[in-house]
């Protein structure tokens, strides 16, 4: 039998709760804030490496760089081309720790794939 994509989070919130896995990498804020919005991505633990690195390099980025947009590049008159470049090269230096972060975690853990996930393992 097949779990529909809820199922299969809850019963992964479930066992990594009870395996000491922390709710911030089971499930990150900004993963809770996809799933609400109704956009079933898999959880970090069960993605790869490179989508890891973009979804989480993007996401920061784009919010480090508006802050830094609005708290100093304002006032100062920085040129966009360097605060585009700043956010990529932040963004690329995030997203490549937290995927191997998660991708270590998923290691340790001995994750399946995704769309073999029973919430039994």
């Not at 499930?27 to 989508?51: D, E, H, Q, S, T």
């Not at 802050?67 to 605060?83: E, F, I, K």
Request: glycine letters at 8%; one cysteine or more.
């Amino acid at each position: 039998m097949s779990l529909s994509f809820e199922q299969k989070t809850q019963a992964m919130r479930r066992q990594l709760s009870e395996r000491k896995i922390v709710p911030g990498i089971a499930a990150p804020p900004f993963w809770r804030l996809l799933w609400k919005l109704g956009i079933a991505l898999p959880p970090p633990l069960f993605l790869g490496f490179v989508p890891l690195t973009l979804l989480c390099g993007g996401f920061f980025a784009v919010l480090w760089g508006l802050v830094m947009y609005l708290a100093s590049w304002r006032a100062q008159g920085t040129p966009l081309p360097t605060m585009l470049l700043v956010m990529l090269a932040a963004g690329a230096l995030f997203g490549l720790i937290m995927a191997a972060v998660f991708r270590s975690h998923a290691r340790r853990l001995q994750l399946p794939a995704w769309r073999d996930y029973t919430g039994t393992h």
